[in-house]
């Protein structure tokens, strides 16, 4: 199973940008679907941005139009560039792989990390 480490993470005033990374190991990582993830405190966790191993992309109502999901295959590297951040967007954010199941959800295949801590002020 794959091993994530995310970082990038930071105090932001509203509008502002930051760019999150997620190196990954334990596994072949071009033919992995990667996610970003996000988790307030008491909400559950949602899936937010996701890119296949084909490098299409998806990504929630809430973030499309701010967020971009990338990959770098040679660096074993998912990232997350956000922009015109909002408070809402405060949350603990994770990546990880994932699989599509029966009922066309998605499902967490690897092991979880620590997160990266995104903070945004008003």
């Known amino acids: 199973q794959v091993q994530v480490a995310e970082s990038g993470g930071g105090l932001v005033q509203a509008g502002g940008s930051l760019k999150l990374s997620c190196v990954t190991s334990?596994?072949?990582?071009?033919?992995?679907?990667m996610g970003w993830y996000r988790q307030a405190p008491g909400k559950q966790r949602e899936l937010v941005a996701r890119i296949t191993s084909s490098h299409a992309t998806n990504y929630a109502d809430s973030v499309k139009g701010r967020f971009t999901i990338s990959r770098d295959n040679a660096k074993n590297t998912v990232y997350l560039q956000m922009n015109n951040l909002k408070p809402d967007d405060t949350a603990v954010y994770y990546c990880?792989?994932?699989?599509?199941?029966?009922?066309?959800?998605?499902?967490?295949?690897?092991?979880w990390g620590q997160g990266t801590q995104v903070t945004v002020s008003s």
């Open positions: 990880n792989s994932y699989r599509i199941n029966l009922k066309s959800t998605t499902v967490a295949t690897g092991y």
């Open positions: 334990g596994s072949i990582f071009s033919s992995l679907n």
